[in-house]
């Protein structure tokens, strides 16, 4: 089955700095690649994803990159800001199937 | 903006009891997902249904747990014995007609003791 690894496990910034996560995934038929967002006692916000036929993703400050190849895709934050602090994941899916989650990255943005 | 519900948000039940979690999906969804984590673990997928039936589960989905959607809205989760290692956040899903998307609920905290 699919295996998506993430890094780092912890990633504290200064406020306005950016703030990259990266993860790597196994199978190679896995074609979309969501991230969420994770508050403190709330579920997984989707809050950006992309898909196996594009190699870049950009909503306002965050954007996606993928590297079919490499088999790796990242997260990018610029300008990052207090409200930015949570955790989050990553996830692989092989059409239908389910999401394959990382172990999700802890994001502290210190004002 | 639509979203998943899930009731209760934190259940506390002795081991050997049932428990029922309950979920309502995103109303024009088809596809509807359980997914568990257990404290600072990764988000681990249970079960997927679709047409009134189980389209796929994982090794974690075992004979205590059975999944209904007995309506046209609510979507549960029940597991018929509890065990101390069920104790986890519980998290209902649901996509749409792309399926892709999947997006989350809050989450029922179950505690076994």
């Known amino acids: 089955g699919e295996n998506v690894e993430q890094h780092p496990s912890t990633l504290s910034v200064q406020e306005g700095d950016s703030a990259v996560i990266k993860c790597t995934y196994s199978d190679s038929a896995s074609n979309y690649f969501p991230w969420y967002k994770q508050e403190l006692g709330k579920g997984p916000q989707l809050i950006i994803d992309i898909r196996s036929n594009v190699g870049e993703k950009k909503d306002q400050r965050i954007a996606v990159t993928l590297n079919k190849t490499a088999k790796h895709f990242s997260l990018h934050i610029t300008e990052t800001q207090p409200e930015d602090s949570a955790v989050y994941f990553c996830?692989?899916?092989?059409?239908?199937?389910?999401?394959?989650f990382g172990t999700g990255t802890r994001l502290t943005v210190i004002p | 903006e639509p979203e998943v519900t899930q009731t209760p948000s934190h259940q506390v039940t002795q081991m050997g009891q049932e428990v029922i979690l309950r979920c309502v999906p995103i109303?024009?969804?088809?596809?509807f997902y359980w997914y568990r984590q257990i404290l600072g673990q990764k988000v681990e997928f249970l079960v997927s249904f679709y047409n009134n039936e189980i389209s796929e589960k994982s090794e974690i989905f075992d004979d205590q747990f059975s999944v209904e959607r007995p309506d046209g809205s609510n979507f549960t989760l029940k597991i018929r014995s509890t065990k101390l290692e069920d104790s986890a956040m519980y998290f209902c899903?649901?996509?749409?007609?792309?399926?892709?998307?999947?997006?989350f609920g809050p989450g029922t905290r179950l505690t076994v003791t």
């Open positions: 109303s024009n969804h088809l596809y």
């Open positions: 899903a649901s996509a749409g007609g792309g399926r892709d998307e999947q997006y």
């Open positions: 996830a692989a899916k092989a059409g239908a199937n389910n999401l394959f």
